[in-house]
């Protein structure tokens, strides 16, 4: 199973709300990612958790909030988001953040999220 | 400063020939990582040739081969014989050292006339 899932494929949210986006990875990757990409940009990096803990935080706003619950699963839960915030939300995952041969990431499909 | 650039925002090939993408790059450190991902409209970014520093030989999968060239610093994709299906953008990233963070250039949209 060389599979990223992302839950849900589209979201729509007032700024009100607080909602979550799921990613799950079953390959045994000890590395996972969270991207936000921008309508014809290259994906921004948000956060990487290594082994369930998290290794870098790109000074995202605190209205982000990601949690790893275990080696599979990846959450970003959402929060007061303003319409800026409207994305395509990207998870990756990958063997380990070690720089190893082909360690590539392997992307999901994302998350369509529109902040009204 | 940028450390990924692809200078060609657009570009169009006619099915069945070859086309180059252009990444160049700008790194201190001796030990990195070139990657091409290919995003369809659909959004997924799907993973295409890898090419290490230390990699003698340019890497090849199938129709994509990588020109690297490291005195230059360049990582140019080669796709051969192209598809109607190869129609996408195309983004080059480094991943420099340890923390598996990747950086990404601006990418390039490819178009492929029938």
């Known amino acids: 199973d060389t599979e990223v899932t992302q839950t849900p494929k589209h979201l729509v949210m007032g700024m009100t709300n607080k909602k979550s986006l799921k990613c799950e990875q079953h390959?045994?990757?000890?590395?996972m990612y969270w991207y936000k990409q921008k309508a014809k940009k290259p994906p921004e990096l948000m956060f990487v958790y290594s082994y369930e803990k998290l290794s870098i935080n790109e000074s995202v706003p605190s209205r982000f909030s990601p949690e790893c619950p275990n080696s599979s699963l990846l959450n970003l839960h959402l929060h007061a988001l303003q319409p800026e915030d409207s994305a395509l939300y990207l998870c990756?995952?990958?063997?380990?953040?070690?720089?190893?041969?082909?360690?590539?990431?392997?992307f999901g499909p994302g998350t369509r999220l529109t902040v009204l | 400063a940028q450390k990924i650039t692809q200078t060609q925002p657009g570009m169009f090939v006619q099915e069945k020939e070859a086309v180059t993408l252009d990444c160049t790059y700008d790194t201190s450190d001796p030990s990195y990582g070139l990657f091409w991902y290919k995003q369809p409209s659909s959004g997924e970014m799907i993973f295409l040739i890898y090419?290490?520093?230390?990699?003698?030989q340019n890497a090849t999968e199938g129709r994509y081969s990588l020109n690297f060239q490291k005195a230059r610093k360049s990582a140019n994709l080669v796709i051969s014989a192209s598809q109607l299906g190869d129609s996408a953008m195309y983004f080059c990233?480094?991943?420099?050292?340890?923390?598996?963070?990747?950086?990404f250039g601006q990418g390039t949209e490819l178009s492929v006339k029938p």
């Open positions: 390959m045994g990757h000890r590395a």
């Open positions: 990233a480094m991943r420099e050292g340890q923390g598996g963070k990747l950086i």
């Open positions: 090419q290490g520093s230390y990699d003698q």
């Open positions: 990756a995952s990958s063997l380990s953040i070690q720089e190893v041969s082909y360690n590539e990431q392997f």
